[in-house]
């Protein structure tokens, strides 16, 4: 959830125009040297749909919406809320995407369905503010298991909230009835602390993901020993974590996080930047969702392919400021959407079905943070160079 615009809001508005680039982009990209070593491509844009604000569903309020995945047998859509229970207990909810496999035409979102996400010993997590609280940012199906995988960002105390209590970041499995059934080991160099060590707080785990042998996660920005957080003139790394399917972590990666796109009005207004989804291509190749909110401007996202081939394992690497010098993985610029208009609070990234074309659907989904100024809007797209 970005949570700094909560202090400034601003009213923000989607335009059906939409700019698609397909230019290298960012400080570490590399061209590939033909297209068909590209990777992804948007062909098109199929449509834009939303849900009611506040609506009511199964006795919760639907929104926060910040993840969402599809299980490719039934077609049966899950996404996440991070509510925290300030309306409802964690939960997840079911749906269905209207997406036309003839013509692409997307033409409906409803909800179908709604499951509290249960701790360990059954009971649903504690509210915003107690202890073990749960921030779930992102949700993705294992069409192996037929399970499901989900990330809670963490919490801390800083120096703006000293009374928030430590809940440490993690990825667990749930049944699809909100049972929980284990979770990932997590390096140590991402676990949440009280000092200016780790990740900082609303920094921590906001991408998931699923690829044909790893599982992949990104906390949103830099550590406290990885610099700064990105400016109008200079980007940060965030790290990016890979694991086997069975938990076992197997590599670390830095992620290049651009500059802010403009500066914030006034110039010291607030600003926040990172990564807010992953989606996989395959074992290598992933798509970042940068998002970033400026006060006084809006939302700015992009959606870039990068690849972690070449890149340096820093997963035994306790800062990145200073020292031996490391390769990030290159990324390349896939998809604009923020031009004409201020984007959404947009924080889900998934597949959808395959079309008739032979094209891939890409969805992208908003979180509404349940504030009247903005929407719960889903955005899909057809693709080329889409997994197999």
């Not at 449509?47 to 604000?53: A, F, T, V, Y």
């Not at 395959?282 to 970033?292: C, I, K």
């Not at 896939?334 to 208009?341: G, Q």
Request: glycine share 10%.
């Amino acid at each position: 959830m970005h949570k700094s615009r909560k202090i400034t809001r601003i009213a923000v508005a989607f335009a059906a125009a939409i700019v698609l680039a397909a230019t290298d982009a960012g400080p570490s990209a590399a061209a590939p040297a033909d297209e068909s070593a590209r990777g992804v491509r948007i062909t098109r844009f199929l449509g834009e749909q939303r849900l009611p604000h506040r609506m009511l569903f199964g006795g919760t309020t639907v929104g926060g919406l910040s993840g969402l995945d599809r299980d490719p047998r039934t077609g049966a859509w899950y996404l996440i809320s991070d509510d925290r229970w300030r309306y409802n207990a964690a939960r997840f909810y079911t749906g269905e995407l209207a997406i036309d496999p003839a013509t692409g035409a997307f033409t409906g979102v409803s909800i179908t369905g709604v499951t509290t996400l249960r701790r360990p010993d059954g009971s649903p997590y504690p509210a915003y503010g107690q202890p073990e609280s749960a921030d779930p940012e992102s949700i993705r199906f294992d069409p192996r298991r037929r399970t499901l995988l989900w990330s809670h960002e963490g919490d801390r105390p800083d120096e703006r909230n000293p009374g928030i209590p430590l809940s440490d970041l993690f990825i667990r499995r749930t049944d699809t009835r909100g049972r929980h059934l284990g979770e990932l080991a997590v390096p140590s160099n991402l676990h949440l602390t009280t000092t200016a060590n780790g990740p900082r707080r609303n920094f921590g785990i906001e991408g998931l993901a699923l690829a044909p042998s790893r599982i992949a996660a990104i906390v949103e920005g830099p550590r406290y020993e990885d610099g700064e957080p990105p400016t109008a003139e200079r980007g940060a790394p965030a790290r990016f974590t890979l694991w086997t399917r069975g938990g076992r972590p197997l590599g670390q990666y830095a992620y290049p996080l651009d500059p802010l796109p403009t500066a914030p009005i006034p110039p010291t207004g607030l600003a926040d930047t990172g990564v807010s989804e992953i989606l996989a291509i395959d074992d290598r190749r992933y798509l970042a969702l940068e998002r970033s909110w400026l006060e006084g401007v809006g939302y700015r996202v992009k959606v870039y392919q990068f690849d972690v081939r070449g890149a340096t394992d820093i997963l035994r690497r306790d800062s990145l400021v200073g020292g031996r010098p490391y390769r990030p993985v290159t990324k390349r610029l896939v998809l604009d959407v923020t031009s004409p208009a201020p984007a959404q609070n947009l924080e889900g990234l998934a597949w959808g079905p395959r079309l008739a074309t032979g094209e891939c659907t890409l969805v992208i989904a908003s979180d509404d943070n349940f504030d009247a100024s903005e929407v719960t809007q889903f955005l899909a797209y057809a693709v080329r160079g889409c997994p197999a």
